[in-house]
C-alpha cells in the first residue's frame, strides 16, 4: 500500500516567486491537510481540504492557497515567496481522523534565496 | 490554538521512564501524538478522544484529562528506538489538528 506521496522532495526558489508543491494522499483517503514545519515552531497548521473543499484554514496569509481535487490529490501555491517561508512542508492524509489519526508523507523541503 | 509541550527537551539513559505533558485552552475532542526522528516525516502513534479511554501499547501509554484538556504520555523503560521529536495534536471539534512545538527525546546507552 503506497504512503503519502510529496513532490518535489527539494526546492530552491528566489523572493518573489511562486512555487506549486503536490501531495498525493493514501488511496481512499478524502482527507488532506497541510502543516509548515519550522525550527522553534513545529508543525503549522495550514490548511485541510476534504471532497474537494477546504473545511478549514490556518493563521496564514492569503499568498499560502490551496486545491484539491476529484482524485482527493491536493496541490498548494505560494505566492510573492519571502525568505520566512523557507521550511519543510508537510502533507498528511486521513481516512477517519479520530480513529487511525494521519499518515504523514515526507514532506517538501522549500528553501527561499 | 496551539497547545504547550513540555518539557521542551529530555535526555534519558536506556531503561529509564519519561513523561511527556500537553495541554491546551480549548475544549478538546481530541489529541493525538506523533513521534518524529530526525529527517522522517511524524509517525502516528496513538489517539485519545473524548470519554474515551486510556491508550497505550507496550511500553507507551497515554491519558487524556478532559476537565483540565491535558494529555501525557508515558515512555516506560525507554528503548533507543525511542528517540525522536514527539507531538502532541489537539482538535477541537473541528476535524483540524493542532500541534505543539514537540519534544526532543534523546535516549543514550
Known amino acids: 500500500k503506497a504512503g503519502v506521496t510529496q513532490t518535489p522532495r527539494y526546492l530552491i526558489k528566489t523572493r518573489g516567486q511562486q512555487v506549486t508543491l503536490s501531495c498525493s494522499p493514501i488511496s481512499g483517503h478524502r482527507s488532506v491537510s497541510w502543516y509548515q514545519q519550522t525550527p522553534g515552531q513545529g508543525l503549522q497548521f495550514l490548511f485541510e481540504y476534504f471532497s474537494e473543499t477546504q473545511r478549514n484554514k490556518g493563521n496564514f496569509p492569503g499568498r499560502f492557497s490551496g486545491r484539491q481535487f476529484s482524485n482527493s490529490r491536493s496541490e498548494m501555491n505560494v505566492s510573492t515567496l519571502e525568505l520566512g517561508d523557507s521550511a519543510l512542508y508537510l502533507c498528511?492524509?486521513?481516512?477517519?481522523?479520530?480513529?487511525?489519526?494521519?499518515?504523514f508523507g515526507s514532506g517538501t523541503r522549500l528553501t527561499v534565496v | 490554538q496551539q497547545p504547550v509541550q513540555s518539557p521542551q527537551a529530555v535526555i534519558l539513559r536506556e531503561g529509564e521512564d519519561a513523561v511527556i505533558n500537553c495541554s491546551s485552552s480549548k475544549a478538546l475532542y481530541s489529541v493525538h501524538w506523533y513521534r518524529q526522528k530526525h529527517g522522517e516525516a511524524p509517525v502516528f502513534l496513538m489517539i485519545?478522544?473524548?470519554?474515551?479511554e486510556q491508550k497505550g501499547h507496550e511500553k507507551i501509554s497515554a491519558s487524556f484529562n478532559e476537565k483540565k484538556q491535558q494529555s501525557s504520555l508515558y515512555l516506560t523503560a525507554s528503548q533507543l528506538s525511542y528517540s525522536g521529536t514527539y507531538f502532541c495534536g489537539t482538535e477541537a471539534g473541528a476535524n483540524n489538528l493542532f500541534f505543539g512545538t514537540g519534544t526532543r527525546l534523546t535516549v543514550i546507552p
Open positions: 498528511a492524509s486521513s481516512l477517519a481522523a479520530r480513529e487511525y489519526g494521519y499518515t
Open positions: 485519545l478522544l473524548k470519554g474515551g
